[in-house]
């Protein structure tokens, strides 16, 4: 049977492309493997895939009877239908470790660094694999998405050192040339809905048994969102009335290096506990936030125990 490797839910660019990458790297080391996603490209990872020649990976959306890879999450919360009834023979990650448990021994690599793609990179090296060279340039994309081009907190110099190896693969000699290109297409919101929009980069969480919805759109100036910021307001407080204590959505500038986060909570001291910033209104301005892995989630999951 063919290995699956897939992707979290709501994929971003670091999600589809590590699937890809993943399943490259199993097929190479004996073992069939075949990328999958939970959902279609957003249109920044639509624009990484084309410029490198990759093709996006088949949706899927019940994975019971498979025999599995994780990529680029651990959590229960973030996977797909039918993962009770799979087995997960390893997982690549740079998120904290999540509450997916095995009945047997995996393979897992599970990395303090900006992305996922940057541990990928380490593993074809491990086990002397020659990276492709489309699959090289849309790693390094997949890092510069989630370093938000190296000014994230999560960003380290292992991830500086990979986009450095792996734009050479790639024959990339302008890094941050490239990188403004991709965000210019992420802060793209024209013709997009705002279900689209508030679901572009979105997860669930379960914070002290409450389910809280964590979304982020990061654009190159926060003013490209002045016109839909009413219509993500309202979005997310259709998104809370689902079943959710809270839903925040970060509105991140990454030439301001800050976040305006819109908030619909039932509690929304709860904000004021975790940033030390009092929500007047819907919204609150964070900054310095750039990362929903390490300075957004971490501060929620401590305010609501």
Same mark, same amino acid.
């Given at each position: ?23 490259? =790297? ?21 624009? *990484? ?19 599995? &890879? ?9 996977? %797909?239908? !039918? =993962? ?13 470790? !999540? ?9 897992? &690599?599970? &990395? %303090?660094? !900006? ?13 002397? *694999? ?40 790639? !024959? ?5 040339? =490239? ?45 490209? =969102? ?62 310095? *936030? ?7 989630? %971490? ?7």
């Amino acid at each position: 049977m063919s290995l699956t490797v897939i992707g979290h839910m709501n994929p971003d660019t670091d999600s589809i492309v590590s699937a890809i990458a993943v399943a490259d =790297l199993l097929s190479k080391r004996g073992m069939a493997a075949q990328p999958a996603a939970q959902g279609k490209p957003t249109p920044e990872t639509e624009f *990484v895939l084309k410029k490198f020649g990759l093709s996006a990976p088949a949706v899927t959306d019940d994975v019971a009877g498979k025999k599995l &890879w994780l990529v680029d999450y651990s959590d229960i919360a973030q996977a %797909p239908k !039918g =993962l009770a009834e799979a087995e997960i023979l390893g997982i690549v990650d740079h998120h904290k470790l !999540g509450d997916v448990t095995t009945p047997n021994p995996l393979e897992v &690599w599970t &990395w %303090p660094v !900006g992305c996922t793609g940057s541990v990928i990179k380490a593993m074809y090296d491990f086990y002397g *694999v020659e990276m492709p060279k489309g699959i090289a340039g849309g790693l390094l994309c997949a890092i510069l998405s989630d370093t938000v081009m190296f000014k994230s907190p999560t960003c380290t110099d292992l991830d500086k050192k990979a986009v450095d190896a792996l734009a050479k693969i790639a !024959g990339v000699s302008d890094v941050m040339a =490239l990188g403004m290109e991709m965000f210019k297409v992420k802060s793209a919101v024209e013709g997009a809905s705002m279900k689209d929009l508030v679901f572009r980069d979105y997860k669930d969480f379960d914070m002290g048994g409450k389910k809280v919805g964590i979304g982020q759109l990061e654009v190159v100036d926060l003013s490209i =969102l002045n016109p839909v910021k009413d219509g993500l307001y309202a979005e997310i407080t259709k998104v809370k009335s689902e079943g959710r204590h809270s839903v925040f959505l970060l509105l991140t500038d990454i030439m301001k290096e800050g976040s305006e986060m819109l908030i619909v909570s039932d509690d929304p001291a709860v904000v004021e506990k975790a940033f030390g910033v009092k929500a007047e209104g819907r919204s609150v301005w964070l900054d310095g *936030v750039m990362s929903r892995k390490k300075q957004v989630v %971490p501060n929620f999951e401590k305010a609501f125990k």
